[in-house]
């Protein structure tokens, strides 16, 4: 894929060009009647400020990923460009300066995921690949409410496919579970109470199963006795 930059040779962006370059990526992606290579190229430049101005990207991307979503990722006239902006995406997950926030992972992985049940059979490996990384790699709340979210009306084989990915993200922050995540505001958001759907809380009970039997005891004591007391009781149902 020639006009897929390598991570290694991304221009480096210097501070000085950071606004003429915004207002060009921009420009390149505010219609869909813009030619693809010129689209191709502003994800190139924001995967540049990514690696080079990681703050300021997370700035400016929240501030054009609306247009970026429309004009790219669900550009379906065009899959490759599709597929060059799910690599993107798989690249903005695999971020080890903790910049990728809830909001983040809420905007885009819904729509990595329709990928799945894409035709495109390079849709959705890419899809697949985000989403793994999105597992492994980024540290929030919304990563463990999402892929818990999924599992509602999800068939079989994407039940499957999250319990792995999830099973991933607990073994890479052994050690590390409570203080990356407030699973009082996990369970806040998913409103479990109020859950009626049978085969949906059985799925929950898998994940929270798979959480249980990941964690050393001293991890489980600590996110035990993080929780309300609302949440203990909740807890202790979903783990035995």
């Not at 990681?54 to 490759?80: M, Q, T, V, W």
Request: glycine fraction near 2%.
């Amino acid at each position: 894929m020639l006009d897929y930059v390598s991570y290694e040779s991304l221009q480096k962006i210097d501070p000085q060009s950071l606004i003429a370059i915004t207002e060009k990526i921009n420009q390149n992606i505010s219609e869909d009647t813009i030619p693809i290579p010129s689209r191709i190229e502003s994800i190139n430049l924001l995967r540049s400020i990514h690696k080079y101005q990681s703050a300021f990207f997370f700035e400016l991307f929240g501030a054009l990923k609306s247009k970026f979503l429309r004009n790219c990722l669900n550009y379906d006239k065009n899959p490759h460009l599709q597929q060059i902006s799910l690599y993107f995406i798989r690249e903005i997950f695999d971020d080890d300066s903790y910049g990728v926030s809830n909001e983040t992972v809420y905007d885009l992985y819904y729509d990595v995921l329709q990928f799945l049940e894409n035709n495109d059979f390079n849709l959705k490996e890419a899809s697949k690949n985000a989403i793994k990384t999105m597992a492994e790699k980024v540290v929030c709340d919304a990563k463990i409410i999402v892929l818990i979210e999924t599992l509602k009306n999800a068939d079989n084989n994407l039940c499957q496919f999250i319990f792995e990915c999830f099973q991933n993200a607990i073994e890479n922050l052994k050690g590390y579970i409570s203080l990356n995540y407030n699973f009082n505001d996990i369970f806040d958001r998913l409103n479990l109470e109020d859950i009626s759907d049978n085969e949906y809380i059985i799925k929950i009970k898998q994940i929270f199963r798979i959480l249980k039997n990941s964690l050393d005891q001293n991890d489980e004591v600590e996110i035990y006795n993080s929780l309300t007391e609302k949440y203990q009781n909740i807890y202790r149902n979903l783990t035995s």
